[in-house]
């Protein structure tokens, strides 16, 4: 979806619910864009370096992300509130090499709540709630989340502007989240 111009993507999500809707498919999306995976998917897996890190429902990712990769990836999201920005724990570094990972947890060299644990073992996905998964070893410990607020702003302004090329196709601005 990143190489497409914000009207050719209201016309390929529009494709896709469409698709949903008359085979009852069940689609597996691979991308980059928050906005573009809020909108589309039921149920998200955020993977880092080819691992799955955390899965859950929509909402609850987005409200209440359990992992600390997770929580960065929100927290880079552009948020449109003054100020917003400075509360925020942005991820710094590079990701390492997929062929070495790390020891341990493969997030360990950039987690900004590593202990000697993260170092020496590789947490597995446990449940934390209710279809809600993540693999950390410290995931109970970890401070709640930002608000999702921002991200909520931030996802309805890309809304309107998916709405504005919605001319050539009447019907999504119906399908956009309220
Ligand atoms: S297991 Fe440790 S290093 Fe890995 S995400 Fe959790 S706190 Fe961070």
Do not use: W
Not at 28 to 45: E, G, N, P
Not at 62 to 88: E, K, N
Not at 108 to 119: L, M, N, P
Not at 139 to 156: G, H, I, T
């Amino acid at each position: 979806m990143s190489a497409l111009d914000v009207s050719i993507r209201a016309q390929v999500i529009n494709l896709l619910e469409d698709l949903k809707g008359e085979f009852g498919l069940t689609l597996i999306l691979v991308a980059h864009d928050l906005a573009v995976i809020r909108h589309t998917s039921d149920r998200i897996a955020v993977m880092y370096l080819g691992e799955i890190v955390e899965l859950a429902d929509r909402d609850a990712l987005f409200d209440a992300p359990r992992h600390p990769y997770t929580r960065s990836l929100i927290a880079a999201i552009p948020v449109p509130v003054p100020g917003a920005r400075a509360a925020r724990t942005l991820l710094e570094g590079d990701p390492p090499s997929p062929a070495a990972p790390p020891s341990g947890c493969r997030f360990h060299t950039r987690c900004s709540h590593a202990e000697a644990i993260c170092k020496s073992e590789r947490p597995i996905l446990r449940q934390l709630a209710p279809g809600h998964t993540a693999a950390c070893h410290l995931a109970e410990r970890l401070p709640p989340s930002p608000p999702a607020s921002a991200v909520a702003a931030y996802s309805d302004a890309k809304r309107r502007r998916l709405a504005l090329f919605a001319g050539a196709q009447p019907d999504i601005a119906s399908r956009l989240p309220s």
